[in-house]
């Protein structure tokens, strides 16, 4: 009987050293030897039903809430569409027919969710931000000054792309600072949506100048990659010589039109490039770009003119909204995710979470049935005690 447990406990070990393998074992990387490269495409959200009044028509952002719903705008018909992790319709947030007063939005442009699920909306046609709170109920509202282009909430401030400008506020709307300027040379900003902050930098994807800019908290320039005049570029346009906007990392990489950026779990950036069809792997510390993930076509895993991006660290994934494509694709890149957490939620979420708790029952009762009968052989016969006394 003893030979018996000790085989069924042994099996049961190895049984368990495979599944926490599986679990532990980073998404991304292949049974084979090496690493995977490629992209891999999770599920694609078109909208809510089949009539063209219930899809998406060119969503613009997209932001994913804390328990993994995941928001896209539809600016076009002034409304947010919220889908759960699963891919699953959730509720449409709207206003009506939409419009410019309070309680309002006529075009959310973009949109930022913070950590407790308060929801940021920068309306661009009403040159505001709207807030609503994890119920999604009216919590509050304040103008910005031109326009409200793009919006990223982080550590109690938020951060809002105006025409060129920066502008950082609180939670409760007061402005705390606003620095920049639209041009083109170091520091000035032609950009639309695409800004996030992180341990006191800012970051922005300044589109129309083709490049990447690092600042701090007070607004003081930092790096801008390429490292180039505008001028530069025009030479090279016009054939007058070289564009050296490439990446050391990847030589023959160039931005196109970044549009948003997102820092993953392992701390690094990544881009959209509408006009690279691709999402760019960026190390925050040096602007340089590592890696590139996706082409252009209307399949799943292409992209057409992608303009936002968002990573759910508990899934490791990121939304994209693939706004030519009409729809949101939800994708996961080699080595973006948090290897602890990675492999805590994959732990808690597979089918094989519910065979935990019988295994380790299991396991107890053999220790102890183990422990019971070592103890039981160990114990000196009756007859033997008896023998001895006498």
Do not use: C
């Given at each position: ?209 083709k490049r990447l800019q690092q600042f ?128 805590t939620w994959r732990a808690v979420s ?41």
């Open positions: 009987m003893l030979t018996i447990a000790i085989a069924v406990l042994f099996a049961l070990l190895i049984g368990l050293v495979v599944l926490f393998f599986n679990l532990l074992k980073p998404a991304g990387l292949p049974d084979e030897a090496g690493v995977d490269t490629e992209m891999t495409w999770v599920r694609s959200l078109y909208g809510f039903g089949p009539s063209a009044e219930e899809q998406l028509l060119s969503p613009s952002s997209v932001a994913i809430a804390p328990n993994g719903d995941i928001f896209v705008t539809d600016p076009i018909r002034a409304r947010i569409m919220i889908f759960r992790p699963d891919g699953t319709f959730r509720r449409l947030l709207h206003t009506g027919a939409g419009g410019t007063g309070e309680r309002q939005f006529i075009r959310p442009e973009s949109l930022d969710i913070d950590t407790d699920g308060t929801v940021y909306i920068a309306d661009s046609w009403a040159n505001k931000i709207i807030v609503f709170d994890n119920d999604l109920e009216y919590v509050r509202e304040w103008p910005v000054e031109v326009q409200a282009r793009g919006v990223s909430v982080s550590d109690g401030k938020v951060y809002v792309l105006d025409v060129g400008r920066v502008l950082v506020f609180d939670i409760q709307g007061k402005k705390l600072a606003a620095f920049g300027k639209r041009g083109q040379a170091a520091g000035d900003l032609d950009a639309y949506q695409g800004i996030t902050a992180a341990d006191g930098k800012i970051y922005v994807a300044d589109s129309y100048n701090g908290e007070d607004g003081k320039f930092a790096w801008a990659v390429p490292a180039t005049q505008t001028a530069r570029q025009v030479r090279a346009m016009s054939g007058q010589g070289p564009d050296s906007s490439a990446s050391e990392a990847l030589p023959d990489h160039r931005w196109q039109l970044p549009q948003d950026l997102v820092f993953d779990g392992s701390g690094r950036l990544v881009v959209v490039d509408a006009f690279g069809f691709e999402a760019v792997v960026v190390d925050p510390k040096t602007g340089k770009a590592q890696a590139a993930y996706g082409d252009f076509g209307r399949s799943d895993g292409q992209f057409y003119y992608p303009t936002s991006i968002d990573y759910d660290p508990r899934r490791d994934w990121f939304a994209v909204a693939d706004t030519q494509n009409n729809r949101v694709q939800v994708i996961r890149i080699p080595g973006s995710g948090n290897p602890v957490l990675g492999a597979s089918p094989f979470r519910y065979l935990a708790i019988p295994a380790i029952l299991l396991l107890i009762v053999i220790v102890i049935a183990l422990i019971a009968g070592r103890r039981v052989l160990s114990r000196p016969s009756e007859a033997a005690v008896g023998g001895v006394e006498s």
